[in-house]
Structures are given as structure tokens and as C-alpha cells.
T-cell receptor
């Protein structure tokens, strides 16, 4: 099915463990984004990517690593999870410029770090 | 650093009422702006995108405007319905593709 999908939908992990959240889009959009959503903070940008092999930091990048070897995939890795990284994570994608810049979001991954 | 404020944080209105949601930016150098809807436990859905050369966009009962000089955007919802109940978020970007989001307005339309 066309669209943007995130996996897993829910994840529980322990502090110190490495966790990878997956994001896949089928539109061949150039841009992909990772946001986290927390009560009182709204959505905050973690990392974004303009194309394969091009990534840049957002507002809250510390503790996260991203890669983009293929246009359609943009995984987010928490190298050593901390309780403060408990959040809902959203992946998004968009085409480049103009009316195509509309952001499309996945359904989110709810991550709990115990 | 760009900051986005949405007022009010929550709003409850009777069905049929016209309403306005507000969004303001600390840095008025906004290039593009989008309004989104988020239902509980779901992702965000883009409602309207206002490009840098535009001042407003309309879709059905929704109208969004952008005043760059004042760093403000409004979302107007006409003849509100219970199905409009959701959280509405605005997001803007400057010269880069970093969209910065407001914290949203939680809308409840009473039948």
C-alpha cells in the first residue's frame, strides 16, 4: 500500500539498550523527518534528511542517530535509551517545494523506556 | 530561535459556530506554513499549506491566512461540526526545511 509506515507501533525497552525505530515511505519523497511528541512540548524535530545520504540535525538531536542509505527508508536509532526518551515518535515525508511540500505523517511509535 | 505559540490551548464551542484558531511566530521570516489536524492516538494530517507567495488557502469549510509582517497565521473553521473535534497544530519553516510546530489547540465541538 502506498503511504508512510512506522514500526513498531509500540515498544517497551530498558535504559541503556539500543532501539531502532523504522520508517518507510512509498512516494519517493525527497525529504524525511523524525519528530517526537511530548505533553507540554508539542512536536520537536529530531533529525531530517533532504535525500539519501544527506541528514541534518533538528531541535533535539542528542542521543539519536539516523541514516538514509535508500530514499524510502529513514531509521532512527537510540544508541543507549534513557527515560527522558520515552515519547511518541513520528516520521514524516514530503516532496520538494511548492504545493508538494505538504508533510505526510506516519501513525507513530509509542516508546517507553523503563 | 523560532518559537511558535498557539492560542487558545483549548476551545469548546457549540455546533454550528464559526471559530478562529491563532498561531504566532517569534521570527516573522516564515517561508511556508502548514496547518494540521491530529486525532487522539493518531498521526497528523495536513489540512492546508500556504506557500511563501500566498496569503491564504481554502479547503471546504477551512480557511487559513498568513500575515508574514506580523508573524501570524489564523485558521478559520466555518459552521463547526462535532467531527471537527481534534487538536489543530500549525507549523512554519524559514529558509531550511525545518518545520517548527506549535503546541496545538484542542478543539471540542459540542452537539
Amino acid at each position: 500500500d502506498a503511504g508512510i509506515t512506522q514500526s513498531p507501533r509500540y515498544k517497551i525497552t530498558e535504559t541503556g539498550r539500543q532501539v531502532t525505530l523504522m520508517c518507510h515511505q512509498t512516494w519517493s519523497h525527497s525529504y524525511m523527518f523524525w519528530y517526537r511528541q511530548d505533553l507540554g512540548h508539542g512536536l520537536r524535530l529530531i533529525y531530517y534528511s533532504a535525500a539519501a545520504d544527506i541528514t541534518d540535525k533538528g531541535e533535539v538531536p542528542d542521543g539519536y542517530v539516523v541514516s538514509r542509505s535508500k530514499t524510502e527508508n529513514f531509521p532512527l536509532t537510540l544508541e543507549s535509551a534513557t527515560r527522558s526518551q520515552t515519547s511518541v515518535y513520528f516520521c514524516a515525508s514530503s516532496a520538494t517545494g511548492g504545493a508538494g511540500e505538504k508533510l505526510f505523517f506516519g501513525s507513530g511509535t509509542q516508546l517507553s523506556v523503563l | 530561535k523560532q518559537e511558535v505559540t498557539q492560542i487558545p490551548a483549548a476551545l469548546s464551542v457549540p455546533e454550528g459556530e464559526n471559530l478562529v484558531l491563532n498561531c504566532s511566530f517569534t521570527d516573522s521570516a516564515i517561508y511556508n506554513l502548514q496547518w494540521f489536524r491530529q486525532d487522539p492516538g493518531k498521526g497528523l494530517t495536513s489540512l492546508l499549506l500556504i506557500q511563501s507567495s500566498q496569503r491564504e488557502q481554502t479547503s471546504g469549510r477551512l480557511n487559513a491566512s498568513l500575515d508574514k509582517s506580523s508573524g501570524r497565521s489564523t485558521l478559520y473553521i466555518a459552521a463547526s461540526q462535532p467531527g471537527d473535534s481534534a487538536t489543530y497544530l500549525c507549523a512554519g519553516r524559514g529558509g531550511t526545511y525545518k518545520y517548527i510546530f506549535g503546541t496545538g489547540t484542542r478543539l471540542k465541538v459540542l452537539a
